[in-house]
């Protein structure tokens, strides 16, 4: 049977339920962790008010302006995964690499957007991680399980503060992702970067399709 959440109460529900999965991926990734662990460190406290501002900014949307925002948000994270390789090859021809100060201000902004809208989160994370970090997609997403797992926790508060969370559903995507979120990250690591990339930008660009179908047409 369909739960016919809406979409802000499906969305809320859906970040309460990935925390753990976070926690699990991060676990998982532990062993690529050091070569980025101090960017981590850095980039606790914008990825912490980032997340509560995007929360907010849930929390102040209608269900409608926040459908059909949807697809847009997951489409500019998709594409700037798929043309990672030519941005950070345009900035970095103008820069060594981004100052630590862009990075904190992409991470709110992106921190901001996971609050909002956990769904391509992490493509958006792993598209600004590759401007002002080096390493591989699978050393990136080291990073990224681990400050994943402070936006969902920290919005998640917000939510089931506000009443905005199902507590049945996100019981079970909960054990979905505590299982999912180790086994993907161990499995990930046996696959090409670079083609692993890829795969991640054409599902994402698949899901902006898919959502603006449901919000345009459907």
Same mark, same amino acid.
């Given at each position: 049977?369909?739960?016919?959440?809406?979409?802000?109460?499906?969305?809320?529900?859906?970040?309460?339920?990935?925390?753990? #999965?976070?926690? !699990?991926?991060?676990? #998982?990734?532990?062993?690529?962790?050091?070569?980025?662990?101090?960017?981590?460190?850095?980039?606790?406290? @914008?990825?912490?008010?980032?997340?509560? !501002?995007?929360?907010?900014?849930?929390?102040?949307?209608?269900?409608?302006?926040?459908?059909?925002?949807? @697809?847009?948000?997951?489409?500019?994270?998709?594409?700037?995964?798929?043309?990672?390789?030519?941005?950070?090859?345009?900035?970095?021809?103008?820069?060594?690499?981004?100052?630590? @100060?862009? #990075?904190?201000?992409?991470?709110?902004?992106?921190?901001?957007?996971?609050?909002?809208?956990?769904? #391509?989160?992490?493509?958006?994370?792993?598209?600004?991680?590759?401007?002002?970090?080096?390493? !591989?997609?699978?050393?990136?997403?080291?990073?990224?399980?681990?400050?994943?797992?402070?936006?969902?926790?920290?919005?998640?508060?917000?939510?089931?503060?506000?009443?905005?969370?199902?507590?049945?559903?996100?019981?079970?995507?909960?054990?979905?992702?505590?299982?999912?979120?180790?086994?993907?990250?161990?499995?990930?690591?046996?696959?090409?970067?670079?083609?692993?990339?890829?795969?991640?930008?054409?599902?994402?660009?698949?899901?902006?399709?898919?959502?603006?179908?449901?919000?345009?047409?459907?």
């Amino acid at each position: 049977m369909a739960l016919r959440l809406g979409e802000k109460v499906a969305n809320a529900t859906n970040s309460v339920a990935l925390w753990p #999965g976070s926690l !699990t991926g991060g676990l #998982g990734f532990k062993n690529l962790l050091g070569k980025t662990k101090h960017h981590l460190k850095l980039l606790i406290l @914008p990825t912490l008010l980032g997340s509560l !501002t995007g929360a907010w900014l849930l929390l102040s949307t209608s269900n409608k302006v926040f459908r059909d925002v949807i @697809p847009v948000l997951i489409l500019v994270a998709s594409l700037l995964l798929l043309f990672q390789p030519k941005v950070k090859a345009f900035v970095l021809s103008r820069h060594e690499k981004l100052p630590a @100060p862009y #990075g904190w201000g992409l991470q709110f902004l992106v921190s901001a957007y996971g609050g909002y809208f956990g769904a #391509g989160m992490g493509i958006m994370m792993l598209a600004a991680f590759a401007l002002y970090m080096e390493g !591989t997609i699978h050393e990136l997403n080291a990073v990224k399980n681990w400050l994943g797992l402070i936006i969902n926790f920290s919005c998640s508060a917000v939510f089931i503060s506000q009443g905005l969370v199902d507590l049945q559903p996100a019981i079970w995507l909960t054990v979905g992702s505590l299982i999912g979120g180790f086994v993907a990250a161990r499995v990930s690591q046996r696959f090409n970067p670079e083609k692993m990339r890829l795969a991640i930008a054409i599902y994402g660009i698949g899901m902006a399709l898919y959502f603006a179908y449901r919000a345009f047409v459907a």
